[in-house]
């Protein structure tokens, strides 16, 4: 049945003058199909309103339309009607099972994680759904007024519609508002209940749980045994096999919210072609600096290309703020392919690098390109450390790559796209674990390198991590 004819039978019936053969198509019509009866309910409350309109005395013009809406029109008939088809579809959607609601996540731009095993792009998880993340921080919201915040490493199944889930393994912190579904937490084989609540888990290896309550009550309870009862400041651990025991609540260790993101540097190059890079100010960050050139280097039309001759361009960042827990660095490098391309093949002494700088002006670590090497990727400690294996990424090509650097474990990553939830490239630990404060653009000896953009950013946690991410 078409919309329109959809329409006419429900003003029929509104009118009172449908007759038994449509009404049953009606019937029907309502019965299968959310869309229509999504029809039915604006066309009945547009009438409603237009028949409370005109049941107050009106000019004659509006009189002259009620009557008539009002004359020759069975309306026992059509109420009574439209009171059966709302019986029925009452009735439908309680014998319908009502699908259970997506989770929606929320990832730190540091993060990476799977569902059931598989990397994604997607950021819903739905019921009986494994949630592994291996880096960075996710923000699950778990039902309509509770948030679980995960570190990593961490693992959770979502166990029902309400938001009932099991902690795998790893930390998280439930924040929970007092309108929250009647739901449980299990850890360690333990169900915790909440009565509006903020409190952070636990699950270690052995098989043990934790419990710290920062505000509210919670009911612990492991297998068949009497509930432990828990309220502020206080904590409980335990193992598979029992006791549930108090412990000394450690509720300031937990990360409580996801981190913050900081951008340290960004440049896009979109100035007028020809414009002079030496001084240029980038979107965010410190001017350009200009270290080393054979002939000065001018950029525009979203492109800075070395092409000929060697270079060295230094991006100071932005100052950082402080921050009281770990941080992580993310460099993302858009590269094009270099206006001068014909002799790559022929200068096999040519590179092309970024490096990364402290504040001392020590490199911290590489991505480098050797046209000995067809001019392919790797990464590398320091300034002439240990390096990855090379990597199937031509410098001289499109690309969109992401460092990733932790110095709290001195671990760099690089990964395919616009953040670490990217296909991972290549791991590499480095000497150093300070933070960054620039990066060098560099080429030598025919070899040239193009970008579209750098987008440098920090992400800082709030307290101190506990555990070190899942590589």
């Not at 509104?14 to 309910?41: C, M, V, W």
């Not at 402080?322 to 993310?330: D, S």
Request: glycine fraction near 8%; include cysteine.
């Amino acid at each position: 049945m078409s919309d329109e004819e959809l329409e006419i039978l429900i003003h029929e019936l509104l009118d009172g003058t449908i007759d038994r053969e449509n009404f049953a198509h009606l019937k029907a019509a309502l019965l299968a199909s959310p869309e229509a009866r999504q029809l039915y309910y604006d066309l009945t409350c547009t009438d409603q309103l237009l028949v409370e309109r005109f049941s107050a005395p009106k000019p004659a013009a509006h009189r002259r339309w009620s009557e008539k809406r009002s004359q020759g029109h069975p309306w026992a008939l059509s109420l009574a009607a439209a009171a059966i088809i709302l019986l029925l579809l009452f009735g439908t959607m309680m014998l319908t099972k009502i699908p259970p609601p997506d989770v929606h996540l929320t990832a730190s731009a540091d993060a990476r994680f799977t569902i059931d095993g598989q990397p994604t792009t997607e950021f819903t998880l739905h019921p009986d759904q494994r949630l592994s993340v291996k880096s960075g921080m996710i923000a699950a919201r778990i039902n309509s007024a509770t948030e679980l915040f995960l570190e990593s490493p961490a693992e959770i199944v979502l166990l029902d519609p309400e938001g009932t889930f099991e902690l795998i393994s790893g930390r998280g912190w439930v924040d929970i508002k007092s309108s929250a579904p009647d739901f449980k937490a299990v850890v360690a084989g333990a169900s915790i209940r909440h009565l509006g609540t903020r409190y952070g888990i636990v699950s270690g290896p052995g098989g043990t749980g934790e419990v710290h309550v920062a505000q509210g009550k919670v009911d612990v309870r492991l297998g068949e045994s009497t509930p432990t009862v828990l309220v502020d400041g206080e904590a409980a651990h335990w193992t598979r096999k029992g006791p549930v025991e108090p412990l000394q609540a450690s509720i300031a260790s937990f990360q409580q919210a996801l981190p913050s993101e900081t951008t340290l540097f960004s440049d896009d190059f979109n100035e007028a072609e020809g414009t002079p890079l030496s001084g240029k100010r980038p979107d965010v960050g410190s001017p350009w600096m200009v270290l080393r050139e054979k002939i000065p280097t001018y950029i525009g039309d979203g492109t800075l290309d070395t092409s000929g001759g060697y270079r060295r361009l230094s991006a100071p960042f932005r100052r950082q703020p402080t921050a009281n827990g770990k941080q992580v660095f993310l460099i993302t490098l858009s590269t094009t392919q270099p206006q001068r391309i014909s002799d790559k093949e022929s200068r096999l002494g040519g590179s092309e690098s970024i490096r990364v700088w402290d504040d001392r002006g020590t490199a911290l670590f590489s991505l480098v390109a050797l046209a000995k090497e067809s001019h392919q990727w790797r990464l590398q400690d320091g300034d002439a450390g240990s390096v990855s294996d090379l990597l199937d990424l031509s410098a001289l090509a499109p690309h969109q790559l992401t460092l990733c650097f932790d110095p709290s474990s001195k671990s760099l990553t690089l990964h395919e796209g616009a953040s670490p939830q990217g296909r991972r490239l290549a791991r590499l630990d480095t000497t150093r674990g300070v933070s960054p404060v620039s990066l060098t653009v560099e080429n030598d000896d025919g070899g040239d390198l193009a970008l579209t953009r750098i987008f440098a950013r920090s992400v800082s946690y709030p307290v101190p991590s506990e555990v070190s991410p899942d590589d």
